[in-house]
């Protein structure tokens, strides 16, 4: 998003729905894989439906207050704020595959 906001000189709303447009095809076809891989292996009964019945409901409220933050926080502070994001999740599956590696 920032990259086209700054370097292609997109406006602000229209780099954030094209992101979000991006986000969510990318996360919908990554969770419909997962879960038919599921399936495929051990049925129904393999997908972590607790994981899926608060998941969605916070992406949808996330969806819905998001652009109603737009232009009242700083591009700076989400900038900075989604790095920080991404960095916590980063280090939690670093920390993740590496207990799964050597303690197995």
Partial sequence: MPQLARRN?????????????????????A???????????????????????????????GGQIGPRLQGKVSQRAVEVGVGCLFTVIGVAMAVTALRNTLFG
């Fill in 31 to 61: 969770s419909c894989i997962q879960i038919s891989t599921l399936v495929a292996a051990g049925g129904l009964t393999a997908v972590p439906w607790n994981v899926v019945v608060y998941t969605v409901p916070a992406v949808l409220i």
């Fill in 9 to 29: 000189r997109v406006p602000i709303q229209v780099a954030a729905a094209t992101s979000l447009f991006v986000v969510v095809l990318t996360v919908a076809s």
